[in-house]
């Protein structure tokens, strides 16, 4: 079993940033990919970030060039870099893990506040 929890949320004004963190534990050995999401209050969860077995990186345009995926070493930790705030992102946040067993794992969530 792989367990995750986000740290990292908080309250930011618009134009700062904020930077999460997706703490792994158990099996990392079977994660293949590493991403974020996010959903707002009344809306469907999106992914704002993705990052592929080969590093290779994938960001929705609403996000693009302002948010960062990286990961550690160990493929243990990863992270959402977020700068340039805007009121639109405020959102809770999950990091997910696919297995090799194309299984989906989430975190608890962390809430991101972005005041006007």
């Known amino acids: 079993q792989v367990q995750l929890v986000e740290s990292g949320g908080g309250v930011v004004q618009s134009g700062g940033s904020l930077r999460l963190t997706c703490a792994a534990s158990?099996?990392?050995?079977?994660?293949?990919?590493m991403a974020w999401y996010r959903q707002a209050s009344g809306e469907q969860r999106e992914m704002v970030a993705q990052?592929?077995?080969?590093?290779?990186?994938y960001y929705p345009d609403s996000v693009k060039g302002r948010f960062t995926i990286s990961r550690n070493k160990a493929r243990d930790r990863w992270y959402l870099q977020m700068n340039s705030l805007k009121p639109d992102d405020t959102a809770v946040y999950y990091c997910?893990?696919?297995?090799?067993?194309?299984?989906?794992?989430w975190g608890q969530g962390t809430q991101v506040t972005v005041s006007s």
């Open positions: 997910n893990a696919r297995t090799q067993s194309a299984r989906d794992i």
């Open positions: 158990g099996r990392t050995a079977s994660i293949y990919g």
């Open positions: 990052i592929a077995p080969n590093s290779d990186t």
